[in-house]
């Protein structure tokens, strides 16, 4: 329920966006486009996965959909107006992940989806809120300075450069958190 209601709110604040920013504007039905590839991967059951103790299979889904969109890509993409053709790809992978995961859960796991009454459905909101809440920061944290980079900058090399460098801080602290992790036990015993 809150992943279709948030799917609704972003496709009408992605109006609100291009009609506020022209650089948006520029690139609006692409974007448009790149929905399809956002409502597969947020309808992806990962949820019900982890409620079952079986997230190795989404990680399989995950890891193959991503090996079949860098094997698709080279042979349908060939110049830069190749572009909706790239978003094609990825909302087809996603769509057929989709549908494997469903069938997985359906067939092999006898899981059944019901629709929630709206009672129901403000009680997961108010039980998940302060979770949301934490997830939008994390979203906003990770990927607003390149958002905001692109309106500023429009240097697209500038941005992949930033963008690259952003990802690699982002796992060199994940190791350094790791490793400080495993350390603290010793080092607490020690001291």
């Not at 090399?157 to 495993?182: P, T």
Request: glycine share 4%.
């Amino acid at each position: 329920s809150s992943q279709i209601i948030t799917i609704i709110l972003c496709f009408f604040l992605y109006f609100g966006l291009v009609d506020c920013f022209p650089a948006i504007a520029e690139v609006k039905m692409e974007l448009l486009y790149f929905f399809g590839v956002s409502i597969f991967s947020a309808l992806f059951p990962i949820y019900v996965f982890h409620g079952i103790n079986q997230i190795w299979i989404v990680s399989l889904l995950s890891l193959l959909s991503k090996v079949a969109i860098c094997v698709l890509i080279p042979f349908f993409v060939k110049t830069p107006d190749d572009k909706l053709t790239f978003i094609f790809i990825h909302a087809a992978v996603d769509c057929v992940r989709l549908i494997i995961a469903y069938l997985i859960l359906f067939v092999n796991f006898k899981v059944r989806i019901t629709v929630p009454n709206i009672l129901e459905v403000f009680e997961q909101f108010r039980n998940g809120f302060s979770f949301f809440v934490y997830k939008c920061y994390l979203l906003f944290v990770s990927k607003f300075s390149i958002v905001f980079l692109g309106f500023v900058i429009h240097d697209a090399v500038m941005i992949g450069i930033f963008s690259l460098c952003n990802q690699i801080f982002g796992v060199l602290k994940e190791i350094y958190n790791v490793a400080i992790q495993a350390l603290y036990p010793i080092v607490s015993t020690k001291f």
